[in-house]
Each structure stands twice: as C-alpha cells, then as structure tokens.
C-alpha cells in the first residue's frame, strides 16, 4: 500500500502519466485503461531515479494550462527523455519535450482550439495504419518552432508545422493535438500504437486482475487491523466495502451514518441489502437532527460540503470507539472526486466531502480508498466481478453530502422533504420509461427561487424544482440527455399536483462544462 493507505500495482506492466495540470489529463488515463493497460497519473516534478525504480513500459506527458516560455513554467526531470522508456508529449507535454531537448518554442501566429485537420507524414510508427489526413483535437497558442536534434516533423497542419515530432531511435514521440479526446478521430488508434507497438505492453490490465491484485495488496497491508468502512449506500462506497470485506472479512464494520439526506426511503433500502445480501458488520446511526442542525443558516456550497465531511467523520470515530480499536477508515473515494477536489496543478472544481472536506486529525491511522484511481464505469465492472446485485451497482450516483448539495441556499427538514418527494417521482418516471440504464445521472435539485403560480383560482407563491439528466462514459465531461417532451411533461405534472410547495418545474440542458453534473 502507498502512504495514503491504498494498493499498489506492484509486478505489472504499466505506463505513467506525469501530469502537468491539463483538463484531459485523467481522460489519457481514463483511454489508456480502455485499452487494458494499468497506468499512474505522478506529479511531473516526480525524480527520474523514481520513474525508472517504477519500471513503468511507458510515459506520457500530459498537456497544461502554462505557457513553456513562461518563466515559472512547470518542467520534468529533464533525466527522464534519458531513461530508454518511450515518452509521448501531449500538447504542453510536446513543447515542453521539444524545448528541453535543445529546440524552441514560441508563440504561434494563429491560435488552434477545436477540430483541425493534420496531415501525417509516411513512416511513423506511431501513425502506422492511419490515413494520410485526419481530423484532430488541437488546444495551444505555442508552437514548436524548431526541432531538436535528432528528431523529425511527422504531423503538421495548416498553421502548425509540427503537429508531430518524433526521434524514433530514442523512442521520443511528441503530438501538439489531444489524442484522449474523442474529437481526435483516429486518437485510439495512435495511443494503441504507442502502448502496443512502441512500449510493447500485451495488455494485461482486466477488472478480474485488478480485484485480485488489490485483494493480495489489502490483505498482506491490513493483516489483522481493524478497518471502519463510511458506508453512504452510494454505488463507490458500496463497491468499496465489499472489495475491503473480502481481503480482511469481520475486521471490517461498515458503519452507515443516516445524515438524513439520503433519497425517499433509501436508509431503510441500504441496511436491508447490507444486512440480509451480504455477512458484513454494519451499524447503522442515525444522525438526521444532527447534521441538520450543524447544516442550519449556512448557504454556502464549500461550507456545507465541510461541514458534512468533518460531521461524518467525527461520527466515525465515536462509533470507532464503542468497538474498540480501530487502524483504518475505509472510503469510496473515485478518480472524478480527486480531479474536482483540486491535486499537483489542477484547479479546485469543488471540494469532495471525502477529499477536500477531509478534517486534517481524523483519529485514525491511515485511509483505505481502493477506488481512488477508477472511473465511475470502472467502479461498477468492479462491482458486478464482486457478484453485488444488479440494483445496487446500477444505483445512481449519489454524492457524499447528499441531497444537501441538491438544496440551493440552506437546507431545512421542509425542503428536504420537499426534494425528495420531487426526486422520487422523477425516478420513477425514468425507470418507468425505461431509462435508468440509458442515462448516466438523473436527479432533481430544489432552486433558491420561488415564482408566483396558480392552482385552481388562487394565487401560489412556491418553490422551483430543475430536473437535470445527463449522459456520459466517465463523469468528466456530460451531456444533458435528449428526454421526449411527453415524459418531461409527465413528471412535471405529477411533481406539480403530488408534491407540496412546488409550482414550477424546469429542465438543465446544459452540458459539462460548461457547468458541473451537480449544481453545489
């Protein structure tokens, strides 16, 4: 296990993503994994003496938000381009390749954002079996303007010469376009090649393998240690308990804190599942007056979110104490929670209640998080390997702080219970229709905003509830999902006449980004 308590991927190939602050920086790995190969996301400060003790079959340099003639730029070892593993820069990663090598970059007379076409050059290993011109994702105002000694331009387009350099008998590839989007055309096809071909990784990297080498690692870590699992009935947390119960079995006690802001009836639906499907050690508190009572007056979303984070653990370790000692606390934190929360050069979206909202004396050892670098898909390929029930792993994402973050300005027991009334038949209307599977998210959200209506021949002065349905692969980026207006108007209809205290309903169609899948 690594300082943070999670298992490591110790005798596996693998490929590293040093990470320079860029948005797409998770998607690389996020592609990389689709193609079966384990990889790590280290900071780029990370040594080279380090990287090359990894004995990673690859690196691959993510893009940036910096400028690398700016003096303060964020710069690699420059030891690794020495170290005999194959390197592919992207974007920033390609200028800062270039520039450390002996060439020069400067600031491009035309700027590129969005699909560009680029022609590639014959003899490219790395673009073996693409057409000569494809379309490509480009994102930079730099430019390689010279290359260095040794390499050769293998790409270019109609404002950038080198949209591609290469030193092949160093093994140093470089591309000034995203490959990891999905705008990039052949994008798959040419981090394949540079996995495959160039590394010579085989692809070995299955859920299967990942549940069994994570089992290995907890068990040998934990031994005999007692473990306390934050159990929100959420699909992660639940994954994650049941991944940490098989390596360690009843040195682990699940503890559920009912914060009250959990969906219409889903306190009483996780302790069933837990308590009758699976032989854990689940205790189940309920915490409900307290959380809002902490919660009372405060409208801020960051201060909400801290407030839930350092509640539940304060729950946790007064639960932790009527058992006894306890070593570890484990939680389902996931790849998307940590990106938000800010890490190395990444902007800080929103704090995570159990990343950012993390209070610093948790009064336990360490922390168990197995999931921290999976994908909200990978989590549950996880979790239907693990044998959990279909409903349970299909559950719908539900954040840490519950519905208190669905709750614009401050939460109160009137407006929960208005919410999840609201939420309740939203979801039923989904799977009504038959869309539970087809929409990634889907979830209503109570506004801060009250608006004048009527209801038969009297005046109503009520609450706003917005629905948002979002479609996406990773929870990085989303799309609003595309429902008939038959179905919206149906679930209006009923919220509207069986929900009190609500006369307006509305639909987000907004993507992400711009916007965040939840709205605090």
């Known amino acids: ?33 689709d193609l079966n190969v384990y990889c790590e996301i280290r900071p780029y400060r990370t040594d080279a003496g380090k990287i090359a003790a990894g004995e990673y079959r690859g690196i691959l340099l993510s893009g940036g938000p910096s400028s690398v003639c700016a003096e303060d730029a964020p710069r690699c070892d420059a030891r690794i381009f020495s170290l005999g593993i194959p390197v592919l820069g992207i974007c920033y990663g390609a200028q800062l390749m270039a520039q450390t090598l002996g060439g020069a970059v400067a600031g ?67 591309v000034q376009f995203h490959p990891e989007v999905e705008h990039t055309r052949h994008g798959t096809e040419i981090l394949r090649n540079f996995l495959f071909q160039i590394c010579g990784c085989t692809g070995d990297w299955k859920m299967e393998s990942f549940i069994a080498t994570t089992v290995a690692g907890l068990k040998q870590s934990i031994g005999e240690k007692k473990v306390v699992c934050a159990l929100s009935g959420g699909v992660d947390s639940s994954v994650a308990a049941v991944l940490v119960h098989r390596a360690v079995g009843k040195n682990l006690t699940c503890i559920f804190v009912d914060h009250g802001l959990l969906r219409k009836g889903e306190g009483d639906e996780v302790e069933r ?17 307290r959380f809002l009572s902490r919660l009372a007056g405060v409208t801020d979303p960051e201060r909400k979110r801290k407030i839930i984070g350092e ?4 729950v946790f370790e007064e639960e932790a104490r009527k058992i006894g000692k306890v070593d570890y606390l484990c939680q389902g934190t996931i790849y998307p929670d940590v990106v938000e929360s800010g890490t190395g050069n990444a902007a800080v979206i929103k704090s995570h209640h159990n990343v950012g909202g993390l209070p610093k004396d948790i009064g336990f050892t360490g922390l168990i ?69 087809k929409i990634s998210q ?59 205290h609500v006369n307006r309903v509305v639909y987000d169609i907004t993507s992400k980004p711009p916007a965040t899948i939840e709205y605090e």
């Open 1 to 33: 296990m690594d300082k943070e308590g999670n298992a490591c991927m110790k005798n596996r190939e693998a490929v590293l993503i040093l990470d320079f602050g860029g948005q797409y920086s998770r998607l690389i790995a996020r592609r990389v994994r």
């Open 108 to 174: 491009s007379p035309r700027r590129e954002y969005g699909k560009t076409s680029v022609s590639f050059a014959s003899g490219s290993e790395l673009f073996a079996g693409l057409p000569e011109k494809s379309d490509c994702w480009m994102s930079h105002t730099d430019r390689i303007a010279s290359l260095p000694e040794g390499f050769r331009a293998t790409a270019s387009s109609a404002s950038c010469p080198v949209a591609a350099m290469e030193d092949g008998r160093r093994r140093l590839y470089a």
């Open 273 to 289: 599942v837990f308590r009758h499907r699976f032989d854990i050690n689940l205790i189940r508190v309920n915490a409900r007056d």
């Open 311 to 314: 509640e539940f653990i304060r």
């Open 369 to 437: 998080e197995p999931l921290r670098y999976l994908f909200k898909d990978e989590v549950r390929k996880v979790g239907t390997q693990l044998g959990m029930p279909e409903s349970l792993v299909w559950r719908q994402p539900f954040p840490g702080p519950g519905l208190a973050i669905r709750i614009l300005g401050e939460v109160t027991g009137e407006k929960l219970g208005i919410l999840q009334d609201a939420d309740a038949v939203f979801r039923e209307e989904i799977a009504r229709a038959g869309l539970g599977r």
């Open 442 to 500: 889907y979830f209503a959200v109570l506004t801060n905003i009250r608006s004048v209506g009527v209801m038969g021949d009297d005046r109503t002065y009520d609450h706003t509830v917005a629905l948002r349905a979002v479609t996406t692969s990773d929870f990085m980026t989303a799309d609003w999902a595309r429902l008939s207006p038959d179905l919206l108007s149906r679930i209006s209809d009923r919220i509207v006449n069986e929900v009190p």
